[in-house]
């Protein structure tokens, strides 16, 4: 069974850093597209970044660019994401997904799996 485990959420300063992982299993990381998403208090789901299945290709959204590093470590099965400078309007539960093939996509309504969430909060 496909299983996506995030961790490594927690408080950070503003202009702090975190690093969130997620641990998967049950299927071939290194054939999918993955991605990370967030939803704020009161706010829609909020797509972040994604990642092609090999790590070849990442992108971003524009809010998080030059500050947020999506890789992954397909022999450990696992997917991270980096990130610095952080504003307390990031403050979320992050989510991270399986894509249903090799190339991201912004659509995550098409996401195929999803972890339960890792809470960041980024308060002084």
């Known amino acids: 069974q496909v299983q996506l485990v995030e961790s490594g959420g927690g408080l950070a300063q503003p202009g702090g850093s975190l690093r969130l992982s997620c641990a998967a299993s049950?299927?071939?990381?290194?054939?999918?597209?993955m991605s990370w998403s967030r939803q704020a208090p009161g706010e829609g789901l909020e797509w972040v970044s994604g990642i092609y299945s090999d790590g070849s290709d990442t992108y971003y959204a524009d809010s998080v660019k030059g500050r947020f590093t999506i890789y992954r470590d397909n022999a450990k099965n696992t997917l991270y994401l980096q990130m610095n400078s952080m504003k307390p309007e990031e403050t979320a539960l992050y989510y991270c997904a399986k894509e249903p093939s090799a190339a991201p996509t912004t659509g995550w309504g098409e996401y195929d799996y999803w972890g339960q969430g890792t809470q960041v909060t980024v308060s002084s």
């Open positions: 049950g299927f071939t990381c290194s054939s999918f597209a």
